[in-house]
């Protein structure tokens, strides 16, 4: 799980940023990721190396709002952000991404595959509405007990 400081954190790339806030009315500490302009391989292993750093256990949630943003992460950045998750002891993510985008299916699976050859498994599902997170992460964590 996730325990974050108490205050916003801001991820600033070249064209783009990610800010590190908590989920309201979702689940304690569950980081929620806003990120804005265009996310590219720095800011989104920023994102991962803060989040993790956070994270008590060896299962790291997260939500990612990625509804204000274009995604330009390529395999190295997914590959560095699995390495640095699993350096860390974690073993599973639990990432619900909100996009009205049908695409972003694709993106979400790339990441699932390049994170799986690291070691790392993926639990992610698209969403188009940030309301349904906290319902979605319940149903989640529920089919995936340990």
């Known amino acids: 799980m996730t325990g974050l400081p108490n205050f916003e954190q801001r991820i600033a790339g070249r064209a783009g940023a990610a800010i590190i806030d908590r989920?309201?009315?979702?689940?304690?500490?569950?980081?929620?990721?806003r990120c804005s302009g265009t996310i590219d391989d720095e800011v989104f292993v920023g994102v991962y190396d803060q989040v993790?750093?956070?994270c008590t256990g060896d299962r790291l949630v997260l939500v990612?709002?990625?509804?204000?943003?274009?995604?330009?992460?390529?395999?190295?950045?997914?590959?560095?952000?699995?390495r640095?998750?699993?350096r860390r002891g974690?073993?599973?993510?639990?990432a619900l991404v909100c996009d009205q985008d049908a695409a972003?299916?694709?993106?979400?699976?790339?990441?699932?595959?390049?994170?799986?050859?690291h070691g790392l498994?993926?639990?992610?599902?698209?969403?188009?509405?940030?309301?349904?997170?906290?319902?979605?992460?319940a149903g989640l964590e529920a089919r995936h007990r340990r």
Request: aromatic content about 4%; glycine content about 8%.
């Open 104 to 117: 972003r299916v694709l993106d979400a699976k790339v990441g699932q595959e390049m994170a799986a050859v």
């Open 84 to 86: 640095l998750v699993r």
């Open 64 to 82: 990612v709002d990625v509804r204000a943003a274009d995604m330009v992460v390529g395999f190295d950045g997914y590959a560095r952000a699995a």
């Open 52 to 54: 993790s750093q956070d």
């Open 90 to 94: 974690i073993e599973e993510v639990f």
């Open 23 to 33: 989920l309201p009315d979702g689940p304690a500490g569950v980081p929620l990721v």
């Open 121 to 137: 498994r993926i639990v992610q599902r698209v969403i188009g509405r940030l309301e349904d997170a906290p319902a979605i992460l």
